[in-house]
């Protein structure tokens, strides 16, 4: 894997991202599983993943949105890093840990958070590295209560 030097396009919330940003996260869950009910509403509005505090982040590249992932939060006040995806034909140059850094950066430094959580299936190996890789630690292990596809939860101290 290289990582980029060149200036990075990461952006929040642009609306021209938010087609990008659903349909590249429909791409991956369809592949490894199928699609909830909140998938299906994510994929119908994924505005509302920049509303009510919700943030999408978009990596952009060669006049493309080449990843994307968002922070969600929740009715108790935590929040989620969620619906991370990156085209397969950018993976392997890092899109996926620079977005990671900037939602982790947002929330530590403009939200003021201490931790955020995620829910992730084993299946999804490449995803579950990059997490351990950046501290990110198992909280939760078996069925999710809400998501057939969830299997794991994790959770970072900021």
Not at 88 to 104: C, D, K, N, S, W
């Amino acid at each position: 894997m290289y990582f980029m030097t060149e200036p990075l396009d990461i952006r929040r919330n642009d609306p021209t991202a938010l087609p990008r940003f659903a349909a590249l996260n429909a791409a991956w869950i369809e592949e490894l599983h199928y699609l909830e009910e909140s998938d299906k509403l994510m994929v119908a509005h994924p505005e509302i993943y920049t509303q009510n505090g919700n943030s999408v982040f978009s990596f952009h590249l060669d006049g493309e949105v080449a990843g994307a992932c968002a922070l969600k939060q929740h009715e108790d006040g935590r929040y989620e890093l969620t619906k991370m995806a990156v085209d397969p034909a950018y993976r392997g140059r890092g899109i996926g840990q620079h977005l990671m850094t900037a939602v982790e950066t947002y929330a530590k430094e403009t939200l003021g958070l201490d931790r955020l959580f995620l829910l992730s299936n084993t299946k999804n190996e490449a995803a579950l590295r990059l997490y351990e890789r950046n501290g990110w630690v198992v909280n939760l292990r078996g069925k999710h209560p809400i998501y057939d596809r969830c299997n794991i939860g994790m959770e970072k101290v900021l």
